[in-house]
Nanobody, 126 residues
Framework: QVQLVESGGGLVQAGGSLRLSCAAS????????MGWFRQAPGKEREFLAA????????AYADSVKGRFTISRDNARNTMYLQMNSLKPEDTAVYYC???????????????????WGQGTQVTVSS
């Protein structure tokens, strides 16, 4: 089992940047594929990015490709989401998620992920 805690959210102006972190408990972080999702008010949860167990494979939603970068540090049991060129439509609660997976897994379906953090609010002002 793994527990996830997001941090790094906040209020930023359009065009600005934020870096989210997802700290995982436990000693087997490298056994989990990880993903970032977000949910805006009145909308469904949306896939943003995923990263394989080693970090060697990544996947992105078209809406954030080229602006967001997912990474992980298995020695620190932490995953990151660097968000640049933020837009007001990026405003949402951002969640990290984990799934025990094979070495190349970078799935985008939220129902496939087992463990979730509590979320961190990101607000982008225009």
């Amino acid at each position: 089992q793994v527990q996830l805690v997001e941090s790094g959210g906040g209020l930023v102006q359009a065009g600005g940047s934020l870096r989210l972190s997802c700290a995982a408990s436990g000693r087997t972080f490298s056994a989990y594929a990880m993903g970032w999702f977000r949910q805006a008010p009145g909308k469904e949860r949306e896939f943003l990015a995923a990263i394989s167990r080693s970090g060697g494979t990544t996947a992105y939603a078209d809406s954030v490709k080229g602006r967001f970068t997912i990474s992980r540090d298995n020695a620190r049991n932490t995953m990151y989401l660097q968000m640049n060129s933020l837009k007001p439509e990026d405003t949402a609660v951002y969640y990290c998620a984990a799934k025990l997976a094979d070495i190349y897994y970078t799935g985008s379906r939220d129902r496939d992920y087992t463990y979730w953090g509590q979320g961190t609010q990101v607000t982008v002002s225009s």
